[in-house]
């Protein structure tokens, strides 16, 4: 089986496969991970349930906790994407 890699979107600079984009072999459904240009802080977003960094628990906005966030969220989302 061949795998095309998709482009990443302008400014992901870490991006996670979510449960359900690997259930279903779509690469779209990720948990993107960008940097805020205006502070450095982290900045995420999940493209199944559109859950956010912002969301979460979470005080530190640094990039370790980020990723940590992003990583930890994508192994468990199981969200679809709204259909267009």
């Known amino acids: ?3 095309t890699q998709t482009a990443w979107p302008t400014g ?3 991006r996670y496969l979510t449960d359900a984009g690997k259930a279903l072999a779509d690469p ?3 948990v993107d991970l960008t940097e805020d240009p205006e502070d450095g802080s982290s900045l995420g ?5 559109e859950t956010t960094f912002e969301d ?8 370790d906790t980020g990723r940590h ?7 468990t989302c199981r969200a679809l994407p709204k259909p267009a």
């Open 69 to 75: 966030w992003a990583q930890e969220h994508a192994e």
């Open 56 to 63: 979460s628990r979470y005080l530190s906005r640094d990039l």
């Open 45 to 49: 977003v999940c493209r199944g349930c």
């Open 28 to 30: 779209t459904i990720t």
């Open 12 to 14: 992901v600079i870490a």
């Open 1 to 3: 089986m061949t795998r």
